[in-house]
């Protein structure tokens, strides 16, 4: 039998395409919809969606970042940037010899792939699920250790005060500590400008100034805790 000509094979071809083309769209007008209603509704993420990072706490309010630098190394996007300092007796931050001093990380860069968490050893940095990054400048896409840093919970002092007595750092790191030592205060951070003639900056006085209603510096206590 004698084959059908190309141009005829090329015409009923150019007829029945957008025929299957219009059957797509056919079905989908009776699928369900997919419309996102955000801002208003807000998507739940998967639970180990990649979020803005967190700088995680011990138990007892003390920093776990000891400002190694190892998550800037692993990160490939040169996104965060680390300076760390000395602890003191008189104003420590974290258990062990050194801390975090200043923290930040560009979310202009960050691509969210979530090496720096590999690469940290004290696990002090996490990602949280929250996504709504965006915003209108450069500056504002630069997060601080303020911004970074998880809030304060149950049990909790705020940073700087003194290791838990009778501890040293590796009991923080196998769980021997839970919770601040009955009678610890904050230490006055002289590194970050405060005085030592001022009252630092503790759980009661500031929940005693807010229910006062003075007005207060929002601090990192203010802050809901997301660990
Ligand atoms: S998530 Fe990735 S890109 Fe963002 S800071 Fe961490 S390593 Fe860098
Ligand atoms: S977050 Fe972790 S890896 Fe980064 S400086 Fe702190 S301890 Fe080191």
Redesign the pocket.
């Known amino acids: 039998m004698a084959e059908e000509p190309k141009e005829h094979q090329g015409s009923s071809q150019g007829f029945q395409n957008p025929v299957a083309g219009f059957g797509v769209t056919f079905k989908a007008m009776f699928k369900k919809r997919l419309t996102e209603q955000y801002p208003e509704a807000k998507k739940t993420t998967a639970p180990r969606f990649?979020g803005r990072?967190q700088l995680n706490r011990h138990p007892d309010g003390l920093e776990k970042c000891i400002g190694c630098e190892l998550?800037a190394w692993?990160?490939?996007?040169?996104?965060?940037y680390v300076e760390g300092a000395d602890n003191t007796e008189e104003e420590r931050y974290s258990p062990g010899e050194r801390y975090g001093r200043v923290y930040q990380?560009?979310?202009a860069?960050?691509?969210?792939?979530?090496?720096?968490?590999e690469?940290c050893p004290t696990r002090a940095?996490t990602?949280t699920n929250e996504f709504e990054l965006a915003d209108s400048s450069r500056e504002s896409l630069i997060y601080t250790k303020d911004q970074l840093l998880a809030g304060l919970q149950e049990g909790m002092v705020d940073s700087p005060h003194s290791i838990f007595d009778g501890m040293d750092e590796g009991d923080y790191y196998r769980g021997a500590v839970t919770a601040a030592a009955p009678g610890t205060v904050r230490q006055v951070a002289v590194s970050k400008g405060e005085k030592r003639d001022e009252e630092p900056v503790t759980v009661e006085n500031t929940a005693a100034a807010v229910s006062s209603g003075a007005p207060h510096e929002a601090t990192t206590m203010d802050r809901g805790a997301t660990t």
Request: hydrophobic share 50%; aromatic share 4%; charged share 10%.
């Open positions: 990649h990072h998550c692993a990160c490939p996007a040169d996104a965060i990380i560009n979310y860069r960050c691509i969210l792939c979530g090496l720096c968490i690469a940095l990602m």
